[in-house]
């Protein structure tokens, strides 16, 4: 009963995902063949929304769920980690036509084809807590 809420807001966020055309992989297509701004308004936005929301957690000393406080972990910039990353994210979102959230979404709405996605998904995380010591941090 006490995870009821994250449940609530889950369900909120798939509402607003389906609204705002985020799940609809025509809207994927169009950003990846730039063709719409649609997508890079949403992804900007949540970019901004996310770094006001870190100055109020940071700013605040905001605590947890299980009241802890929230803190931030500065990290090594290097760029080729995140050329690799990005670049097997973005491949994994274009050849699936979805990003993570949304996944989801689309298995609520009746795409079951989605579910090889997300057992892809679940599998590549599997693999990387496996491989996760060897690789550089």
Do not use: N
């Not at 799940?23 to 063709?35: D, G, L, Q, V």
């Not at 994210?89 to 009746?110: D, Q």
């Amino acid at each position: 009963m006490k995870y009821l809420k994250f449940l609530g807001v889950g369900i909120l966020f798939g509402i607003v995902m389906a609204k705002a055309e985020i799940i609809s992989w025509y809207r994927i297509h169009e950003m990846f063949r730039f063709e719409s701004f649609h997508m890079y308004g949403v992804i900007g936005s949540a970019v901004i929304l996310g770094v006001i929301f870190v100055q109020i957690i940071k700013r605040t000393k905001m605590k947890s769920t299980q009241g802890d406080e929230i803190g931030f972990k500065a990290k090594d910039m290097g760029i080729i980690r995140y050329l690799v990353g990005g670049t097997l994210f973005g491949l994994g979102w274009a050849l699936s036509g979805a990003c993570p959230g949304p996944m989801f979404v689309l298995v609520g709405y009746g795409y079951m084809p989605l579910l090889i996605v997300i057992a892809g998904a679940v599998l590549g995380t599997f693999v990387y807590g496996l491989v996760r010591d060897k690789l550089p941090h």
